[in-house]
């Protein structure tokens, strides 16, 4: 609305401002606005960022030759976008292509590849539901970008590899978003990213970690990120990989600044192998568990008592079965991780076993109506009602101990995060020693500023505390 009124002021501040007001078009942030579609025609000529998710909205042809951002999601019409690309094949940096199921055939699979292969300024691809296709014609797109950095593939199905050598392309960040068996291409590909720097993909059981491992390693020397697409998803879907499979991947490069994987349980082999090869330069670690082994709880200690550079750690068990009686190691050995800044650890059985449905019942006396109470029936109310007063004596001395714990992270400028509860007395009494302990040693930790230990303690550095 201030640029339109900036435009009304004079001829000369309508030249100046009109390409500004044009330079972005998204149809569906602009459909409020009902704009004639032969304005939008007439403008189209100012683009410079378009995403279109509407044929209808769009019309055609648009006179755009300098686009540098280009977003199209499920559009039919693909030889008007075929078209465009084209045209604006000297200046689009950013191309992410909704491919829809009709453009699924050989001819237009055709039109599609040749229309990306016209481009030359590209850094930056994502092509999601491109199927049907082939290493080789993944490459011949990189080589006609030799600006091409990142690379993500989207849902694809039926990456085949192709025969012969191919040029080696600069990709430095791969996204591969696709099943394994369906995209044989995969493994293929990464042997012609010799500049790769990260990788995202599915990490399931039907991963084929050793022939991924062997050529990251053979092939990517670069390699500073490996992450996971589907993090917990793993478990639901798919699976977890093997104990065998996470350590070949742990193994396929030296020197990660971010490790994101799932696995059933952080055990000591995987622990050797992470502070073996990447312990003087991880940053991020971030793990998803599905395993009640308390080594695990271990492993976490040997990594922040391991690895300097640390900043971000992040352990999620979906199991909720450590016992809490096993937190203590997680501040066994002094933590040697002086850039840590986010700590999170998930996973803790807090079932109390004096817990009884009947506690839950009002504190109001038990009434049997009209019939006569017997000694017997009478003893069980009276133990019942005896029952809930210690609980509930209980439950207040816990939520005395967590005020004053409370204070304690006040007076160290921390607090609870909004949103979480800040008299969570049930689960208190079960991981109040660990989250002492844990805290006396975040306040020593300068740079520290968020931790989240069970699902209900979170806690964060106030705003304005050194």
């Known amino acids: 609305m201030l640029l339109i009124n900036c435009i009304k002021v004079s001829r000369l501040w309508r030249q100046i401002m009109t390409p500004i007001l044009w330079e972005m078009f998204d149809d569906q942030a602009m459909a409020h606005y009902k704009i004639p579609p032969h304005i939008v025609q007439a403008q189209s000529h100012h683009f410079r960022f378009l995403h279109v998710t509407c044929n209808e909205s769009i019309p055609h042809p648009l006179k755009s030759q300098h686009l540098r951002r280009l977003v199209i999601a499920n559009c039919e019409q693909l030889e008007t976008f075929i078209d465009l690309i084209r045209r604006n094949s000297n200046s689009l940096t950013t191309v992410e292509w909704h491919v829809p199921d009709s453009a699924n055939t050989p001819l237009k699979k055709e039109l599609i590849q040749y229309s990306l292969e016209t481009l030359t300024k590209l850094e930056s691809l994502n092509l999601s539901r491109w199927h049907h296709c082939s290493v080789g014609q993944i490459t011949r797109i990189a080589v006609n970008n030799p600006g091409l950095k990142e690379l993500r593939l989207s849902e694809t199905k039926n990456l085949e590899q192709s025969p012969g050598r191919h040029p080696s392309i600069n990709i430095t960040h791969l996204e591969l978003n696709g099943q394994w068996e369906d995209n044989p291409g995969f493994i293929q590909l990464v042997k012609y990213c010799p500049k790769l720097e990260s990788i995202m993909f599915w990490a399931d059981a039907s991963c084929p970690a050793r022939a991924l491992s062997k050529n990251l390693r053979e092939n990517c020397p670069n390699l500073k990120s490996i992450e996971s697409l589907n993090g917990d998803m793993a478990f639901c879907i798919g699976g977890a990989p093997t104990v065998k499979a996470v350590l070949q991947i742990v193994r396929a490069s030296r020197g990660l600044a971010r490790f994101d994987f799932p696995m ?10 992470l502070l073996e090869l990447h312990a003087d330069t991880l940053e991020t670690i971030q793990l998803y568990l599905d395993g009640s082994d308390h080594n695990s709880l271990m492993g976490i200690n040997r990594i922040l008592s391991s690895c300097p550079n640390l900043t971000s750690l992040a352990v999620n068990n979906d199991q909720d079965e450590w016992s809490p009686e096993d937190a203590g190691v997680l501040t066994a050995e002094p933590w040697n991780c002086p850039k840590l800044k986010t700590w999170e650890v998930t996973g803790f059985s807090l079932f109390d076993e004096d817990y009884d449905e009947e506690d839950e019942y009002s504190d109001e006396e038990d ?13 069980g109310l009276e133990s019942r009602a005896a029952r809930r007063a210690r ?3 209980n439950n207040a001395r816990e939520e005395e101990t967590f005020k004053a714990f409370l204070d304690k992270l006040r007076s160290h400028g921390w607090t609870v995060k ?3 509860p800040t008299h969570p007395a049930n689960d208190w009494k079960f991981l109040n020693v660990v989250i002492e302990s844990v805290m006396d040693r975040v306040f020593t930790m300068p740079e520290m500023n968020a931790i989240l230990l069970g699902r209900d303690f979170f806690f964060v550095k106030s705003a304005g505390a050194s």
Do not use: F, Q, R, S
């Not at 059933?264 to 192998?273: E, G, H, K, P, R």
């Not at 009434?367 to 003893?379: F, R």
């Open 418 to 420: 909004d949103g979480y």
């Open 367 to 379: 009434e049997i109506d009209g019939e006569e109470l017997d000694e017997k029936t009478m003893h």
């Open 391 to 393: 609980i509930k004596a």
């Open 264 to 273: 059933n349980d952080l055990t000591v082999d995987i622990c050797d192998a």
